[in-house]
């Protein structure tokens, strides 16, 4: 019986010193601004790596268009960062029913059907430990 209590007390202290709680790793993303919707907010086209966007082909003016194939809309303001053609990496969360960014919007057009994204430690020189 005292075998078996020690055997037991053994795999139990064993367990303890096996678990490790670590933390979760949050995965880098990479894109160049494309352009800026009023009604999704600062298109970004993600790296074809990380195919977590949508096509994207929208007319602008009669002779421009925004045009990517892994395309997501940051709905929280990016600053100065927010430049088109700025390569920008960055980690996320979905925004709340893939909803835009909350300001008014002059022209009647509806929200694109792509990833609406509240974008978080952005940065244009790269990912760094998060």
Known sequence: MR????????????????CKDDAPQTTCYSGVI????????????VNSATPIGKPVNVAV??????????VVAAVNDLGS?????QTIFFTYQNSPNNAGP????????IPLSIPHLILSNVSATGCGKF
Not at 34 to 45: P, R, V, W, Y
Not at 81 to 85: S, V
Not at 102 to 109: A, H, I, K
Request: hydrophobic share 40%; proline share 4%.
């Open 3 to 18: 075998r078996l209590l020690l055997l037991a007390a053994g795999l139990w202290l064993g367990s303890l010193t096996a």
């Open 34 to 45: 494309i352009g800026e919707t009023c009604m999704d907010g600062i298109l970004i086209d």
């Open 61 to 70: 003016t009669s002779t421009t268009s925004i045009v990517g194939t892994n």
């Open 102 to 109: 909350l300001r008014p919007c002059p022209q009647n057009t």
């Open 81 to 85: 960062q927010a430049k088109t053609g």
